[in-house]
């Protein structure tokens, strides 16, 4: 899908994504998505949802060279074009309808069009999403507030990477920590 989420495919992308889906499959990998921007394809590639894990490099490498015999055998992109394969990363580009259904559950940014400045940049939970819209839980006044966006509204949207770090241990926690590994070294 291209453009405003929701809309479909050009003949030639969906060519590339027919082409490309079986690579995919072989390597136990889906198409995430396919653009044609500039004089670059990209094909992006991610591990099923709920799989342990994520894209490889090795994975990537291989789905590269084999995506490009298949567009050098069948040509269905008219021009010069540079193929790039790549997996989506940890902050991904939300552009379909699947897109935002797999991320439910994760914090999104998303800039909306033809609205007020104060309403245009929203972030929060995604909690819900279908064919035609998207909920997400945005902080109010008096906690969360879900917001219903409609695609045809969505300029632009992201899933957003929270770093979390991990507690370091207190001086107490720490020192009993290495007193027990000091008691482990010697009984051992």
């Known amino acids: ?14 060519r590339v994504r027919e082409l490309a889906a079986p690579v995919a499959s072989d390597l136990g990998l889906e198409i995430y998505d396919v653009e044609h921007r500039g004089g670059t394809l990209r094909v992006t590639l991610d591990t099923p949802p709920g799989s342990d894990g994520g ?4 994975n990537l490498a291989l789905a590269s060279r084999l995506v490009s015999r298949q567009l050098d055998e069948h040509d269905p992109v008219p021009g010069r074009y540079t193929l790039e394969v790549t997996s989506p990363g940890v902050e991904r580009s939300l552009r379909t309808p699947a897109h935002f259904q797999r991320e439910v559950g994760k914090v999104v940014a998303v800039r909306l069009a033809d609205v007020g400045h104060d309403e245009r940049r929203i972030t929060g939970t995604l909690v819900a999403a279908d064919e035609r819209t998207a909920t997400i839980d945005v902080d109010g006044p008096d906690g969360p507030v879900a917001r219903v966006i409609p695609y045809e509204q969505v300029d632009r949207a992201r899933t957003v990477f929270v770093w979390s770090a991990s507690p ?9 920590e290495q007193k027990h590994q000091q008691k482990k070294e010697h009984s051992a």
């Open 1 to 14: 899908m291209v453009g405003k989420i929701g809309e479909l495919d050009s003949p030639v992308l969906a």
């Open 55 to 58: 894209v490889t490099l090795d």
């Open 168 to 176: 370091k241990p207190t001086g107490a926690k720490r020192k009993a």
